[in-house]
């Protein structure tokens, strides 16, 4: 079993930036694909951004290009997103995910990842 630990979330303003963090631990990580997926209230989780298990690779949502950055440190068994620029619509709650699959393969469908955390609240006021 793999254990996922989000943390970093809050209230911010548009236009700030939050730096979320999820730590993994019960197995190693470091060789599978891991993404931040997101859910606004009375909408569907969507995908925001994914990264190989050597973070060699990354991809993001369009919604979220150029604003947010995924980022791994295997010996810490940690993957973080930096999320910039923020706005209102960013509001959700964000989910940390481990695709239990050896491949190199980023899929934006929520069913492809077999481990998940409890999610962090993100609110952007305007």
């Known amino acids: 079993q793999v254990q996922l630990v989000e943390s970093g979330g809050g209230l911010v303003q548009a236009g700030d930036s939050l730096r979320l963090s999820c730590a993994a631990s019960?197995?190693?990580?470091?060789?599978?694909?891991m993404a931040w997926f997101r859910q606004a209230p009375g909408k569907e989780q969507e995908f925001v951004a994914g990264?190989?298990?050597?973070?060699?690779?990354?991809d993001y949502a369009d919604a979220v290009k150029g604003r947010f950055t995924i980022s791994r440190d295997n010996l810490k068994s940690l993957v973080s997103l930096q999320m910039n620029s923020l706005k209102p619509e960013d509001t959700a709650v964000y989910y940390c995910?481990?695709?239990?699959?050896?491949?190199?393969?980023?899929?934006?469908?929520?069913?492809?990842?077999?481990?998940w955390g409890q999610g962090t609240q993100v609110t952007v006021s305007a």
């Open positions: 995910a481990v695709r239990w699959r050896l491949s190199v393969q980023i899929p934006a469908i929520a069913n492809e990842y077999q481990y």
């Open positions: 990264i190989t298990g050597n973070g060699g690779r990354t």
């Open positions: 019960g197995r190693p990580v470091s060789a599978y694909t």
